[in-house]
């Protein structure tokens, strides 16, 4: 795991203890432990009593502080006569000094440092999470976090030696400066190179958080479709069939008494023609009728008096579309209606899970997807009335249809019939 070892500046700072002065009049300030700033030599009461002692006008205590002043400057410049220039001279050697320490301390708060430290090795262990391995990059950086933080060791050991010397010179500045560059490059290209890795690790996990997410999505769009065409079969299965006749299936298959061509569909609303014939003439040029039957169901109620189915045919094709039963009711009117058809619609659910005027999609034996629906109504014999009142007060005969709506295209298909042969305007021929 990355970690970058800090070092304290302070692990090979010395005490500055070689000055033979007595430090009445001069305060060095610690910068760190073992290491004194200079500049209180040049500072504030010191500098004006250096210029005022400088041109011979000072005596009694000021001469004395004169005195000390002088003999540190000359200690730690290494000069035996200390003229204005020198004093100016050293004065900046001195001030540059200790902005370079400032600095090399500052830079080495590594608080930033960690911070991009902290994210990258997150996000070392979100891709040995997703990958089940650690990243190679990762292992590389950590081996390169030990060995710069080495180099920085010695750069920080070297940079406490020089600045812990009690001298001020141009060429202790330098070597400090020449530290502090070496640090500064050092750390900032293993931030940069630790963030350009880290944004690899990034992408990478990135790339697979977005191929296991598709990979999810497309697992539950399986696992959902799978349920979906499940539960088209099963509603193919259970809810296809009213008194054991198959929508889709042939009228054929049955018991049928009488049969007549659908010229009103008297179950299924107010009174209206039956197109279906003209329609598909006119649109195809074929004859495709709807027919309905009479029959004996394979399955019969004794509550209810009449079956038939409609089938739509063309040639030998026939489909069942609609199976169509009827009960009197025992009371008559609205309340009587669903004193009826309460029980029934109760029985229809628990054994089939009809859920009235609730429509649902089924797969048929040929693989079409079609809508199914039950519906009911409670009329005066076939007859819908546009007086409410006549329903309401009068109705007397339950009318349950289950009705498969299936679609042009999907007739078409049944039929054998090209979609493309549909009749068009000519627009060529002029």
Same mark, same amino acid.
């Given at each position: 795991?990355?970690?970058?070892?800090?070092?304290?500046?302070?692990?090979?700072?010395?005490?500055?203890?070689?000055?033979?002065?007595?430090?009445?009049?001069?305060?060095?300030?610690?910068?760190?432990? &073992? =290491?004194?700033?200079?500049?209180?030599?040049?500072?504030?009461?010191?500098?004006?009593?250096?210029?005022?002692? =400088?041109?011979?006008?000072?005596?009694?205590?000021?001469?004395? %502080?004169?005195?000390?002043?002088?003999?540190? *400057? %000359?200690?730690?410049?290494?000069?035996?006569?200390?003229?204005?220039?020198?004093?100016?001279?050293?004065?900046?050697?001195?001030?540059?000094?200790?902005?370079? =320490?400032?600095?090399?301390?500052?830079? *080495?708060?590594?608080?930033?440092?960690?911070?991009?430290?902290? /994210?990258?090795?997150?996000?070392?262990?979100?891709?040995?999470?997703?990958?089940?391995? /650690?990243?190679?990059?990762?292992?590389? *950086?950590? %081996?390169?976090?030990?060995?710069?933080?080495?180099?920085?060791?010695?750069?920080?050991?070297?940079?406490?030696? +020089?600045?812990?010397?009690?001298?001020?010179?141009?060429? $202790?500045?330098?070597?400090?400066?020449?530290?502090?560059?070496?640090?500064? $490059?050092?750390?900032?290209?293993? @931030?940069?190179?630790?963030?350009?890795? $880290?944004?690899?690790?990034?992408?990478?996990?990135?790339? @697979?958080?977005?191929?296991?997410?598709?990979?999810?999505?497309?697992?539950?769009r399986q696992e959902e479709e799978k349920k979906y065409y499940a539960e088209l079969d099963s509603n193919f299965e259970n809810k296809t069939k009213l008194f054991g006749v198959q929508l889709t299936d042939s009228p054929d298959n049955y018991n049928l008494k009488d049969k007549? !061509?659908?010229?009103?569909?008297?179950? #299924? &609303?107010?009174?209206?023609?039956?197109?279906?014939?003209?329609?598909?003439?006119?649109?195809? $040029? !074929?004859? +495709?009728?709807?027919? !309905?039957?009479?029959?004996?169901?394979?399955?019969?109620?004794?509550?209810?008096?009449?079956?038939?189915?409609?089938?739509?045919?063309?040639?030998?094709?026939?489909?069942?579309?609609?199976?169509i039963a009827k009960a009197k009711l025992i009371n008559k009117g609205f309340e009587g209606c669903d004193e009826f058809f309460y029980p029934i619609k109760e029985a229809l659910f628990k054994k089939y899970g009809f859920v009235l005027n609730e429509h649902f999609n089924v797969?048929?034996?040929?693989?079409?997807?079609?809508?199914? +629906?039950?519906?009911?109504?409670?009329?005066? #014999?076939?007859?819908?009335?546009?007086?409410?009142?006549? %329903?309401?007060?009068?109705?007397?005969?339950?009318?349950?249809?289950?009705?498969?709506?299936i679609s042009e295209e999907q007739f078409l298909m049944l039929f054998n019939v090209d979609p493309d042969n549909r009749n068009k305007v000519d627009t060529d021929n002029f």
């Amino acid at each position: 795991m990355v970690k970058f070892k800090t070092v304290l500046v302070a692990i090979y700072f010395l005490f500055l203890n070689s000055f033979a002065f007595s430090d009445h009049y001069i305060r060095f300030n610690s910068i760190a432990n &073992g =290491i004194l700033d200079f500049n209180s030599l040049f500072d504030g009461g010191n500098d004006y009593n250096f210029y005022t002692c =400088i041109g011979g006008s000072c005596g009694g205590s000021l001469i004395e %502080q004169f005195n000390e002043q002088i003999g540190y *400057l %000359q200690y730690l410049s290494n000069q035996s006569k200390i003229t204005v220039e020198i004093y100016e001279q050293y004065k900046s050697i001195s001030k540059n000094r200790t902005t370079t =320490i400032y600095d090399f301390i500052d830079l *080495l708060d590594f608080d930033k440092l960690e911070q991009v430290e902290n /994210k990258f090795n997150l996000d070392c262990e979100e891709f040995e999470v997703l990958f089940k391995k /650690k990243s190679d990059d990762c292992n590389s *950086l950590d %081996q390169d976090a030990l060995n710069i933080s080495s180099e920085v060791e010695q750069f920080i050991n070297d940079f406490s030696f +020089v600045a812990s010397k009690e001298e001020l010179s141009t060429d $202790n500045n330098n070597k400090l400066k020449e530290y502090y560059d070496k640090t500064q $490059n050092i750390l900032k290209e293993y @931030e940069n190179k630790l963030k350009e890795v $880290n944004s690899k690790i990034v992408s990478l996990v990135s790339d @697979e958080k977005n191929r296991l997410e598709k990979e999810r999505l497309e697992k539950k769009r399986q696992e959902e479709e799978k349920k979906y065409y499940a539960e088209l079969d099963s509603n193919f299965e259970n809810k296809t069939k009213l008194f054991g006749v198959q929508l889709t299936d042939s009228p054929d298959n049955y018991n049928l008494k009488d049969k007549r !061509i659908l010229k009103e569909d008297f179950a #299924g &609303g107010f009174y209206y023609e039956n197109t279906t014939n003209d329609y598909y003439k006119r649109n195809f $040029n !074929i004859d +495709v009728k709807d027919i !309905i039957y009479t029959l004996e169901p394979p399955i019969v109620n004794n509550s209810f008096y009449s079956y038939q189915i409609i089938a739509r045919e063309f040639d030998e094709i026939k489909i069942i579309t609609d199976v169509i039963a009827k009960a009197k009711l025992i009371n008559k009117g609205f309340e009587g209606c669903d004193e009826f058809f309460y029980p029934i619609k109760e029985a229809l659910f628990k054994k089939y899970g009809f859920v009235l005027n609730e429509h649902f999609n089924v797969m048929t034996k040929n693989k079409q997807n079609i809508d199914v +629906v039950l519906l009911s109504d409670c009329l005066v #014999g076939d007859t819908f009335s546009v007086d409410p009142y006549d %329903q309401l007060l009068s109705a007397d005969t339950l009318h349950l249809r289950l009705r498969a709506n299936i679609s042009e295209e999907q007739f078409l298909m049944l039929f054998n019939v090209d979609p493309d042969n549909r009749n068009k305007v000519d627009t060529d021929n002029f």
